[in-house]
């Protein structure tokens, strides 16, 4: 079974449209990330949470917003979706090493493809 | 300013030939780490190699190195006897400290593409 899970993997949907996206992990992670990849385009980071009760902006964070729902959950919600945010979008977590060490590697879930009409 | 630089939008390798992807990065941070991921037409983001800043020697995992020239500030990714499976977009990455934490920023990407 994948580490870290995504659902939707693909989503249709239409402008004005309140759209949630959810991220799963069982790696035991403490640290999540929400990333969106554009056509020929690095990722860039819209959200992200190093602990349960912390969540912070990233550089793209307008039109989204997130919630932190457990240690292993990390959902990203678009409120009103807008064609612009079609995208390939990305849940990643890091954590600590076997001996307890922090590790800044980042474990990417399979992405989540929306399309905004 | 770019933080990433990846200059080889594309590149072509014979099978069974090493290929070198060029990563150059710019932080004025003394404690820093450098990431390969690897990205299959599957969309998914797969770890290859790390580097931390203070490593002395080149990272190497398996058909992949890292060249590492701190003073050029480059990260180069060497594949060994490149395979028709290794045709993906590659993306460096680098982990910077920031006032809220470790942070990670991408290149654009590689796109290589292994010829039979």
């Known amino acids: 079974d994948a580490d870290v899970t995504q659902t939707p993997r693909n989503r249709i949907t239409k402008t004005g449209k309140r759209i949630m996206l959810e991220c799963s992990q069982t790696?035991?992670?403490?640290?999540m990330y929400w990333y969106r990849q554009d056509p020929g385009l690095g990722l860039r980071l819209i959200y992200y949470s190093f602990d349960v009760k912390d969540i912070n902006k990233g550089e793209i964070s307008d039109g989204y917003s997130v919630s932190r729902q457990a240690q292993a959950k990390f959902s990203l919600s678009l409120e009103s979706a807008i064609p612009n945010q079609t995208a390939l979008y990305f849940c990643?977590?890091?954590?600590?090493?076997?001996?307890?060490?922090?590790?800044?590697?980042?474990?990417f879930g399979p992405g989540t493809r929306l399309t905004v009409l | 300013a770019q933080k990433i630089t990846q200059t080889q939008p594309g590149m072509f390798v014979q099978e069974k030939e090493a290929v070198t992807l060029d990563c150059t990065y710019d932080t004025s941070d003394p404690s820093y780490g450098l990431f390969w991921y690897k990205q299959p037409s599957s969309g998914e983001m797969i770890f290859l190699i790390y580097?931390?800043?203070?490593?002395?020697q080149n990272a190497t995992e398996g058909r992949y190195s890292l060249n590492f020239q701190k003073a050029r500030k480059s990260a180069n990714l060497v594949i060994s006897a490149s395979q028709l499976g290794d045709s993906a977009m590659y993306f460096c990455a680098m982990r910077e400290r920031t006032n809220a934490g470790n942070m990670l920023t991408f290149g654009g990407g590689t796109r290589l593409m292994v010829k039979p």
């Open positions: 990643a977590t890091s954590g600590k090493g076997l001996a307890g060490e922090r590790t800044d590697t980042q474990y």
């Open positions: 790696k035991g992670h403490d640290r």
């Open positions: 580097q931390g800043s203070y490593d002395q």
